[in-house]
């Protein structure tokens, strides 16, 4: 079976802390993706990678960086965490040959900023 | 472009009763079409997807799923609901050339009462 996992279940920062949320797949994806999931706006891609240092911006990037140096890593930056990115995280891998892969999802991070 | 709704934020229904979740797409091109299930506090996991042949797909926990290309609908269905079926659901789709990234819809709550 597929695994992504991320760092954290639930993380508590504070305003202007530079916060770091990690994810790894453990079934040699090359597409992952960080997403933020917010009540009644579904889930909103923040960015995709699809291979080794390669990124695209998703919908909603600013505020955020990310980091892909290994295939099997993805991690999602917040330079200067804000009350607005108060939301859950989600992490996805998929395989990238073939349209068609699914894609599966880490349990996802609860992250609250005061 | 590529879009997905899901007309219902909530669908109520009784255990035993059959369910039906809605989702409508619009694609240039062919789709690929999907489903997830999230429960709380977790992260989505994959039911079921649409990529060609029979219009009729079966996924897991009993669910399926018909393909209507002229109406462009992916509506998720169970013959006998359960309580514990009750969740948020997530339709999804991507074109079958080109991008890699999946549209979400916004979600549907189902709740399968008693």
């Known amino acids: 079976d597929v695994k992504v996992t991320q760092s954290s279940r639930y993380l508590v920062k504070r305003t202007g802390e530079k916060v770091f949320l990690e994810c790894v797949q453990d079934m040699d994806h090359e597409n992952m993706f960080w997403y933020r999931q917010d009540p009644g706006l579904g889930l909103r891609l923040i960015y995709f990678?699809?291979?080794?240092?390669?990124?695209e911006k998703g919908d909603i990037p600013e505020g955020y960086s990310v980091s892909r140096e290994k295939k099997e890593r993805f991690s999602l930056i917040l330079e200067s965490a804000s009350t607005n990115q108060t939301s859950m995280y989600l992490c996805a891998s998929s395989l990238r040959t073939g349209p068609s892969y699914e894609q599966y999802f880490g349990p996802g991070t609860r992250l609250t900023v005061t | 472009a590529q879009s997905v709704a899901q007309p219902e934020d909530q669908v109520n229904v009784a255990e035993g009763n059959p369910l039906t979740v809605k989702c409508t797409y619009s694609?240039?091109?062919?789709?690929?079409l999907f489903w997830y299930v999230q429960y709380p506090n977790r992260g989505l996991q994959f039911l079921l997807k649409y990529i060609t042949g029979d219009n009729l797909v079966k996924g897991s926990y009993g669910f399926e799923a018909e393909f209507n290309k002229s109406q462009t609908s992916f509506h998720l269905k169970k013959p006998s609901a359960l309580v514990s079926d009750s969740a948020l659901y997530f339709c999804a789709v991507r074109v079958s050339r080109g991008s890699y990234i999946p549209t979400f819809g916004r979600g549907t709550s189902l709740i399968v009462h008693p």
């Open positions: 694609v240039s091109g062919n789709p690929y």
């Open positions: 990678s699809y291979d080794v240092k390669m990124k």
